[in-house]
């Protein structure tokens, strides 16, 4: 059994900061990727950001130069520093991760977290 924990989230003025971390617990053998993705009421969910085990990054074109993607591998974190926030970032903010776990034989799957909510006001 995993889990993603996600915390962080909140209500900031426009231009404010926060930082989201998500953690991953239970039987996990190992952590390929992990992302945020978020969801806006009437919207799709949409991935906002990647960071793959070797620590490379990738980011939707409305977020780069805003939110930095890190993990510590160490510790199966992953978290979103989120700056220079806007209105339209408002969202509930997911946790993803492609865990492999520790059974025989070894497999793969995304699991998720609870979402966090990030409101932005203007």
């Known amino acids: 059994q995993v889990q993603l924990v996600e915390s962080g989230g909140g209500l900031v003025q426009a231009g404010g900061s926060l930082r989201l971390s998500c953690a991953a617990s239970?039987?996990?053998?190992?952590?390929?990727?992990m992302g945020w993705y978020r969801q806006a009421p009437g919207q799709q969910r949409e991935l906002v950001a990647t960071?793959?085990?070797?620590?490379?990054?990738d980011y939707i074109d409305s977020v780069k130069g805003r939110f930095t993607i890190s993990r510590d591998n160490a510790k199966n974190t992953v978290s979103l520093q989120i700056n220079s926030l806007k209105p339209e970032d408002t969202a509930v903010y997911y946790c993803?991760?492609?865990?492999?776990?520790?059974?025989?034989?070894?497999?793969?799957?995304?699991?998720w977290g609870q979402g966090t909510q990030v409101t932005v006001s203007s």
């Open positions: 993803n991760a492609r865990i492999t776990t520790r059974s025989s034989p070894l497999r793969s799957s995304d699991y």
């Open positions: 239970g039987s996990i053998f190992s952590i390929n990727s």
């Open positions: 960071i793959i085990s070797d620590g490379r990054t």
